[in-house]
């Protein structure tokens, strides 16, 4: 390569520098401007360009640039989004893509349906949970895996594919043509009536927050109080985040007009604002717990701490992850972004919820809380757990509340544990453990082929078990008879929910699911002791249950 070919676009990096050269050469370390940055940069370029081991074209280099610069932020939100990361994004916060409309996973080695998606091609021609895809347009799918599958199903709306399936009980294999179209895949993943149908759930576990996040749950819960639920539990956990509107604007559905939902505070013009509920409270009066865990994050957080402050809601599960950064995406050329921090939020009290403890240590987001409310001054080590408990708010009721490490819950229910049996079991598996998940579903697909299950209530026998045990032997694992039977509720229980899904669907199965957790079944006891938003929150005063 030529130093001439690298030269006319690094001249063009220089002219981009020359116009915002100001703000660089203010902060440039012992004065040296932007002007001999910029040609220390074009020298650098050159050497590589010429004389590195390896060819490398000019926009390898520009990439290990912008690659670079990132890196040294130390700030693991902050990206460069390529095309397919910008089309990955979009999908994440809108919920649209272009495709056929069904979930999909490899399953022994074939590219198999976990559900198709409602109101889409895949569920207008009949395609039906635990199909296995063998054919895309005539080529096996033996041994691919989920992302060639995806981007062979994908594209242009209007388009079609060919698929040769083969479903269980079915002996011939089934051929369908499916035309592509625009797909919305929902945020919420469940809602349903517990507690003898006194209460909502809706659930957006392991989901994200997405534009029409409040409008599907405004829509649910709408139903399920025509149908009699008096009481709400929203699940967020494992949910991490995504569009912060949309936590605003599920945060307004429960507050009353003006209220603040969360502020955010940046250098970035309009970075620096809040953010208050537009509307009337939506449900006055009806009690609310949410759940959350480690994986709740971002505008899932949101959510939380607004109604946690506001008295809204008791909070329920164990701590947030703890992002309380905002970023924003600037478009580059339409087919490639910047991803950038460019604020932190708060919650109505003034805590950050961004985490201060460890490498995650921010201590502008410590001196950012400060507040006549502070129980402490900040600035505690960075390494102290204590740096997280000391940061003390209140509620618009007057509880106290801690900022500087997530969300905690006003009471503390951890979730299910493996027993010793069960780890031991899990040792044992080891390399066999993709063999095991295989067996699984191939036996699922087998009793629905045979049409052996009948109720959604079934349970999984000594029979059923020792046959899952026969089948994963012969796929080469040397698991003991005592090694089995330590493990067998776990067994029981995943075969449980393997065989739902597939001779049921994902309702029947997120249904089961939802009846045998150990978190939703105290917050359902909760929620059902009080009438008003006021006495639930009075039982938080009890002590935390491990």
């Not at 949970?129 to 062979?152: C, F, P």
């Amino acid at each position: 390569m030529k130093s001439q070919r690298v030269l006319v676009p690094t001249l063009v990096a220089v002219v981009a520098f020359l116009s915002g050269g100001w703000l660089l050469q203010r902060g440039s370390p012992g004065g040296q401007n932007v002007y001999q940055k910029a040609r220390l940069f074009d020298d650098v370029l050159t050497y590589v360009a010429e004389y590195y081991v390896d060819s490398l074209n000019e926009g390898q280099l520009y990439d290990m640039a912008i690659d670079g610069m990132l890196r040294q932020l130390n700030d693991p939100y902050t990206t460069y989004l390529r095309e397919r990361d910008l089309r990955d994004l979009e999908l994440s916060t809108t919920g649209n893509y272009a495709g056929v409309g069904m979930q999909i996973d490899v399953r022994d080695g074939w590219i198999t349906v976990i559900a198709p998606i409602a109101g889409t091609p895949a569920e207008a021609l009949g395609i039906q949970t635990g199909d296995r895809i063998v054919e895309i347009n005539g080529e096996s799918t033996r041994g691919w895996d989920n992302e060639r599958a995806v981007r062979e199903l994908r594209g242009p709306p209007g388009t079609k594919v060919k698929l040769t399936i083969v479903r269980p009980g079915v002996p011939d294999p089934l051929r369908f043509e499916p035309t592509r179209a625009r797909i919305h895949v929902t945020s919420m993943q469940y809602a349903g009536a517990l507690g003898g149908g006194e209460v909502a759930y809706v659930s957006f576990v392991n989901s994200s927050i997405s534009e029409t996040t409040a409008a599907e749950l405004s829509k649910a819960v709408d139903s399920l109080r025509q149908r009699g639920a008096k009481s709400l539990i929203v699940d967020l956990r494992g949910n991490p985040g995504g569009v912060l509107d949309q936590g605003v604007a599920v945060s307004d559905l429960f507050l009353a007009r003006g209220d603040v939902v969360a502020e955010t505070r940046g250098r970035a013009p309009g970075a620096s604002q809040k953010f208050r509920a537009e509307r009337p409270e939506r449900w006055p009066g009806m009690p609310v717990v949410v759940l959350v865990d480690g994986g709740t994050a971002s505008a899932a957080e949101i959510i939380a701490g607004a109604l946690q402050d506001h008295d809204r809601a008791l909070v329920l599960g164990t701590p947030t992850f703890g992002k309380g950064l905002v970023q924003t995406v600037y478009n580059l050329n339409g087919r490639e972004a910047l991803k950038l921090t460019t604020g932190r939020w708060f919650t109505p009290s003034g805590r950050t919820i961004q985490r201060t403890t460890g490498r995650q240590f921010d201590p502008l987001a410590l001196r950012a809380q400060e507040s006549p409310e502070a129980a402490e001054e900040p600035g505690q080590p960075p390494d102290s757990a204590a740096s997280d408990t000391l940061q003390a708010f209140r509620t618009a009721g007057g509880r106290t509340v801690y900022g500087g490490g997530g969300i905690r819950p006003d009471v503390t229910v951890r979730a299910d544990t493996l027993t010793d049996g069960e780890k031991e079991f899990a040792r044992a598996l080891g390399g066999n453990t993709p063999a095991y998940r295989d067996v699984l579903t191939s036996y699922a697909l087998e009793l629905k082929g045979q049409n052996l299950i009948n109720s959604p209530s079934f349970e999984v026998t000594a029979a059923m078990r020792g046959e899952l045990l026969r089948r994963l032997r012969a796929r080469g694992a040397r698991l003991s008879e005592a090694q089995w039977e330590g493990a067998a509720g776990l067994v029981a229980e995943q075969l449980e929910f393997e065989i739902t899904r597939y001779v049921f669907g994902r309702p029947a199965e997120f249904a089961r699911r939802v009846s045998e957790d150990v978190q939703v079944k105290r917050a359902v006891e909760l929620v059902t002791k009080a009438r008003t938003p006021k006495e639930l929150l009075a039982l938080a005063q009890r002590p935390a249950q491990d």
